[in-house]
């Protein structure tokens, strides 16, 4: 049984990589039949105002290139009580900004960076870098460094001012079942069906990466650990405009890594209770194993009423890898994760008869991270977290938060603080 | 006679180039209101459709927070991270950079201050 959805997954996979390639050259195809005028409706909209678009007025905005720097930026106060040991503290300030750059209606160059204080010191991490090619009006092609298309949360709504809370759902940050980027080429688009609308990703990238804990990295590399390219995509559907069903998944290889060198307290790995006896250990190498990720989810966003649920689960075969501080590499067995969150904002604008309680928006959400086949990363980030908060909206995109965070660690050993509450108090703006 | 009949030939030539212009003059301005028609009929598409697709996600931005050629490049962002079709995202920059430019507008000369 195991084998053939093994083989159906490797299935899968050719099938996506077939269908992939056939997309991408059909795009090529149309952006090399569009060269000689990606923009059919150009000489028209010329002809009308002299510009981009009829003007109204005198202005004249008709040059090719245009640019914009967007993006976000917040802080962070913490109030934790962890079993009854309590702490505060300031504890994130971020700024991330974003440059556009777009070149007539033929590319947009895009790309972000946070600047985040750390414990020891200052990050700066490429969040995005890509070139989007506008070669129809129903498809883009990606380039570059971008976010993951895989789930909702992390493309769309992780900016903190879109984000209805304060931080991520359970399992959908760093460590977590959501992929955050990749490097490669993305095809993308959508199709108006009147009133509905249908959307694509599909994406090919270097994929992910094992971790120096013997988990997964699912971030941006720019090169490639193996020969088998990373596919990734999301299918949304809106049967009307404000009620979205969505579906993605993420298929790859991961390489196991070797013993790490020098530097740090070497583990004995048998210690960590992974598979296997003494002598395969010493005769183990490195391998490979396949991962596969998919996801549901789900959005109604109707007047002040803003609904999430989202779904993602995650499956990485069994692995020979060294993690940090192992002196020899071990056979991991199959490793499961869950995550999913539903959300619910209800903003009281839609009570008109107390206008000054219209910018608040009081919120809820509840979710959860399991995994399997990985004790140590289970038990630090397996979790079922409810949060209540109260956005007050001092403008569409400046938002003032607090959140009273409930926190239960579910693998934790008997003795182990399992229990932590928080109170999160945030500053957010979307510029 | 002779005279005559060139007299009224001119006339009737004349008659008829009158005609052939008045037929290229009226299709003109009928193309113009027909373009300034599906013009507003685009701006009424983006308005709809910018509550429809940018709601989605995130609050309305006002249409007066970015000047109009800022709404360009940031409605092409938009375009690509929401997977908007491109007809319809050029129907919301439209809206998007009228509604800025009327909003910003500054007021006509001669107009007391």
């Not at chain 1, 720097?69 to 974003?98: H, I, M, Q, W």
């Not at chain 1, 989810?297 to 002040?304: I, Q």
Request: proline share 4%; glycine share 10%; with cysteine.
């Amino acid at each position: 049984m195991t084998n053939f959805f093994k083989q159906s997954r490797h299935s899968l996979r050719h099938l996506l990589h077939v269908t992939a390639a056939t997309v991408l050259v059909l795009a090529l195809a149309a952006q090399a039949h569009g060269q000689d005028g990606p923009d059919p409706n150009a000489a028209s909209r010329q002809a009308q105002g002299g510009g981009y678009l009829p003007r109204l007025s005198g202005q004249n905005f008709s040059a090719d290139t245009s640019w914009h720097l967007a993006g976000y930026a917040d802080a962070t106060f913490v109030f934790s009580d962890l079993d009854g040991e309590s702490s505060s503290e300031f504890s994130r300030v971020r700024f991330n900004p974003a440059f556009h750059f777009q070149y007539q209606d033929l590319i947009l160059f895009e790309a972000e960076m946070e600047i985040e204080n750390t414990e020891t010191g200052t990050e700066v991490v490429l969040e995005y870098a890509q070139a989007n090619l506008l070669v129809h009006d129903n498809a883009v092609i990606v380039v570059g460094q971008f976010l993951s298309p895989v789930g909702q949360f992390q493309e769309r709504l992780h900016p903190s001012w879109i984000n209805r809370m304060a931080d991520m759902p359970a399992g959908f940050g760093h460590g977590g079942a959501q992929p955050g980027s990749d490097t490669g080429i993305m095809v993308r688009g959508g199709f108006n069906l009147e009133p509905g609308l249908f959307t694509y990703s599909l994406a090919i990238g270097n994929g992910p990466r094992v971790g120096h804990e013997g988990d997964l990295e699912l971030e941006a590399f720019n090169s490639d650990d193996n020969d088998d390219k990373a596919i990734s995509g999301r299918f949304g559907f809106m049967p009307r405009p404000n009620l979205e069903f969505g579906t993605s998944f993420l298929t790859a290889s991961v390489t196991g890594l070797e013993v790490f060198d020098g530097g740090g307290d070497h583990v004995d790995a048998r210690a960590f209770g992974k598979l296997g006896n003494e002598e395969e250990h010493h005769e183990l190498e490195p391998g490979e194993a396949d991962l596969f990720v998919w996801g549901l989810d789900m959005a109604f966003t109707e007047g002040p009423w803003d609904i999430r649920v989202e779904y993602l689960n995650s499956v990485r075969d069994p692995l020979n890898t060294a993690f940090e501080g192992a002196t020899e590499v071990v056979a991991f067995e199959e490793l499961r994760s869950t995550a999913w969150y539903a959300q619910m904002a209800y903003r009281l604008s839609g009570t008109a008869e107390f206008p000054a309680l219209a910018n608040f928006e009081p919120t809820i959400r509840y979710g959860e991270f399991e995994i399997e086949g990985h004790e140590e990363l289970a038990e630090h980030s397996a979790e079922q977290r409810l949060d209540v908060g109260l956005n007050y909206w001092m403008s569409p995109t400046l938002v003032v938060r607090g959140v009273v965070q409930s926190r239960e660690f579910t693998a934790r050993h008997e003795g182990e603080i399992d229990e932590e509450t928080r109170m999160l108090l945030q500053l957010s703006y979307g510029f | 006679m002779f005279v005559f009949r060139n007299i009224v030939g001119a006339v009737v030539a004349m008659a008829f180039s009158g005609i052939a212009l008045a037929q290229q003059t009226e299709p003109s301005d009928q193309e113009a209101v027909e373009r300034e028609d599906a013009y507003f009929d685009q701006i009424g598409r983006g308005a709809e459709a910018w509550v429809d697709t940018c709601g989605r996600c995130h609050n309305l931005r006002a249409p007066g927070e970015l000047p109009p050629e800022l709404w360009d490049v940031s409605v092409t962002h938009m375009r690509v991270r929401a997977n908007l079709p491109g007809d319809m995202a050029e129907d919301i920059k439209a809206f998007l950079m009228m509604s800025s430019e009327s909003m910003t507008e500054e007021p006509a000369s001669g107009v007391d201050e």
